[in-house]
């Protein structure tokens, strides 16, 4: 027998825009975790459940070399909420957004739509049941050059 199949995650994905940028520090402020792969990470409870909210990084990340890793969020967002140059197009740093419980909590996906659009003010692009693990998987083993939001479109029937 092969291995066992991953489970799937209820998730909410929007595509990267300034405005969904400036939406994202507006409602939920700095991240809570930046990470050197252009990652960013905010967990807040979202209607009944503590919801992971990640900003994915482009393939190939690379953080401008003026601004550190912890600050390159703050950076973007008020450049593009003030109508300011960004440090890089936001086209070279950030794919899109995505939300998901943090905790393996169980709930389905039209609840977290409602919650996550409620906390966010912005409808998500695409919402349903992904495999993490597979587009993880896939991520490491192109080492970080394949789109996860693509991936994750890709599974919700969107590309």
């Known amino acids: 027998m092969g291995a066992s199949p991953h489970p799937l995650t209820p998730t909410c994905v929007w595509r990267a825009t300034p405005a969904l940028i400036v939406a994202v520090d507006d409602r939920f402020g700095e991240p ?3 990470y050197v792969n252009g990652s960013q990470v905010w967990l807040r409870d979202d209607g009944e459940v503590t919801v992971e909210w990640r900003l994915h990084p482009v393939p190939g990340y690379r953080r401008p070399p003026q601004v550190g ?5 703050a950076t973007v967002a008020l450049a593009l ?3 300011a140059a960004p440090p ?3 086209e070279e740093l950030w ?3 995505e939300a998901f ?4 909590d169980e709930v389905e996906p039209a609840p977290l739509a409602v919650a996550a659009t409620a906390a966010l003010g912005i409808a ?3 919402c349903g049941l992904v495999d993490h693990g597979s587009i993880g998987d896939e991520w490491e083993r192109a080492r970080g ?3 996860i939001i693509d991936g994750l479109l890709r599974q919700l029937g969107q590309t």
Request: hydrophobic share 40%; charged share 20%; net charge negative.
């Open 81 to 83: 909420a003030t109508g």
């Open 145 to 147: 050059r394949v789109s």
């Open 124 to 126: 998500p692009d695409a």
């Open 95 to 97: 794919e899109g957004l």
């Open 88 to 90: 890089a197009p936001l």
């Open 101 to 104: 419980p943090a905790y393996g």
């Open 69 to 73: 890793t912890y600050e390159v969020f």
């Open 32 to 34: 809570l975790d930046a």
